[in-house]
C-alpha cells in the first residue's frame, strides 16, 4: 500500500492498540500485578530448629556405651525411659 492508503491503516492499527490497552487496564489489568507476595530479603532466615532434648541424651547415651560406661541392658532401660515406651 502506498500513499493515505498506508497511513490509514498504521492509524487505524494505532488505535485498536490503544483501545485494548485502556480496556485491558480497566478490567483490572490482568497480570500486571504479581499472584503472590514476593519474599522480603531484609528479613533475617529463621534460625534452623533445635534437636529435641531426648535426641541429645540419646547421643550421650551411646557415647557413653561406646565407652563401656553403661552396658546394653542399662543403655536400652534409659532409652526407653527418654522415649516413653
Same mark, same amino acid.
Given at each position: 500500500?502506498? &500513499?493515505? +492508503?498506508?497511513?490509514? $491503516?498504521?492509524? #487505524? $492499527?494505532?488505535? #485498536? #492498540?490503544?483501545? =485494548?490497552?485502556? !480496556?485491558?487496564? *480497566?478490567? &483490572? &489489568? +490482568?497480570?500486571?500485578?504479581?499472584?503472590?507476595?514476593?519474599?522480603?530479603?531484609?528479613?533475617?532466615?529463621? *534460625?534452623?530448629? =533445635?534437636?529435641? =532434648?531426648? !535426641?541429645? @541424651?540419646? @547421643?550421650?547415651?551411646?557415647?557413653?556405651?561406646?565407652? &563401656?560406661? %553403661?552396658?546394653?541392658? @542399662?543403655?536400652? $532401660? /534409659? /532409652? /526407653?525411659?527418654?522415649? +516413653? %515406651?
Amino acid at each position: 500500500m502506498f &500513499g493515505p +492508503g498506508r497511513r490509514m $491503516a498504521r492509524r #487505524t $492499527a494505532r488505535r #485498536t #492498540t490503544r483501545r =485494548q490497552m485502556y !480496556l485491558h487496564d *480497566a478490567m &483490572g &489489568g +490482568g497480570y500486571s500485578e504479581p499472584a503472590y507476595d514476593e519474599p522480603s530479603y531484609d528479613e533475617p532466615a529463621p *534460625a534452623p530448629p =533445635q534437636q529435641p =532434648q531426648y !535426641l541429645v @541424651e540419646l @547421643e550421650k547415651l551411646g557415647q557413653l556405651k561406646e565407652a &563401656g560406661v %553403661i552396658d546394653e541392658t @542399662e543403655f536400652e $532401660a /534409659k /532409652k /526407653k525411659q527418654l522415649l +516413653g %515406651i
